[in-house]
């Protein structure tokens, strides 16, 4: 076996190592706050894909090196897009999850329950409450553990959840009240939130219209009588153009969602 191809089967072996999870990896990916978790998965994402990508080049020729590099970056945007798509529908989960919340834990206080037995319910039908359930229960800092839940996406109101519950600890204030305004807000704003996403969809679709067209443009080419794939798919000229286009169309859709999620 020459060098070349020997480095090269090295690069594969780490870069399969590094893509599998570790257990001790996986243990620390669970006590670490979730901001933190998520800063790592590119890095856990993007060294293997480099070091694969990396053995690949060094033991194939220029075309067969652009055909790699297109569909890489295809999966990584696949995978992109995906991520942003599975973030939105979360925060819009996690955002009903704080509204039932919101709820709960008032309907216990009006009704004269301790705010420990309300926590506790809360955190039974929203298992993401129950650090802050347990704070209460230790006698710890319960508007900071609600401070620290309110970083996941859409779990924004939890802030003035920890807001009020500061104000009525330190002044003896009725809890309930606010929490019931807090949720009518909360639901007026989801209903505020749907018709802009239903506004949106149009502009969603037409952008992955615009970005599967070519398909069938190609489509169209071999209809007639062309080679439109083996230009693409087999010579350096095409590959290098297929690479820019698929590149923009990922950018446009990308460009769209992230528009689309800074709406108000």
Not at 55 to 60: D, E, G, K, Q, R
Not at 90 to 114: F, S, Y
Request: charged share 15%; aromatic share 2%; glycine share 8%.
């Amino acid at each position: 076996m020459s060098p070349v191809a020997a480095l090269a089967v090295v690069l594969l072996v780490v870069g399969v190592l590094l893509a599998l999870p570790a257990s001790a990896t996986g243990r620390a990916r669970q006590v670490l706050p979730r901001p933190a978790a998520r800063r790592r998965k590119p890095v856990r994402v993007l060294l293997p894909t480099v070091v694969v990508v990396g053995a690949v080049v060094l033991v194939t020729d220029l075309a067969t090196t652009l055909l790699v590099l297109v569909v890489t970056g295809v999966a990584l945007g696949v995978r992109t897009l995906v991520t942003m798509t599975r973030q939105r529908r979360l925060a819009e989960q996690t955002t009903v999850r704080v509204i039932e919340a919101c709820t709960t834990i008032a309907g216990d206080l009006a009704a004269g329950r301790p705010a420990r037995d309300a926590l506790r319910q809360a955190a039974r039908e929203w298992p993401e409450l129950a650090p802050v359930a347990a704070a209460e229960e230790l006698g710890a800092d319960v508007p900071a553990a609600l401070r620290v839940t309110a970083r996941s996406p859409g779990a924004d109101g939890l802030r003035v959840v920890a807001a009020a519950w500061e104000v009525s600890s330190r002044s003896g204030a009725g809890l309930a009240d606010t929490l019931h305004e807090l949720a009518s807000t909360l639901r007026a704003d989801r209903s505020t939130a749907l018709v802009v996403a239903s506004e949106l969809s149009s502009a969603r679709a037409t952008a992955r219209l615009m970005a599967v067209l070519p398909v069938l443009v190609l489509g169209l080419g071999t209809g007639i009588g062309g080679d439109p794939w083996g230009f693409l798919l087999q010579t350096v000229p095409g590959l290098l153009c297929l690479g820019v286009g698929l590149g923009f169309a990922f950018l446009g859709v990308a460009w769209i969602e992230r528009l689309a999620r800074t709406v108000p």
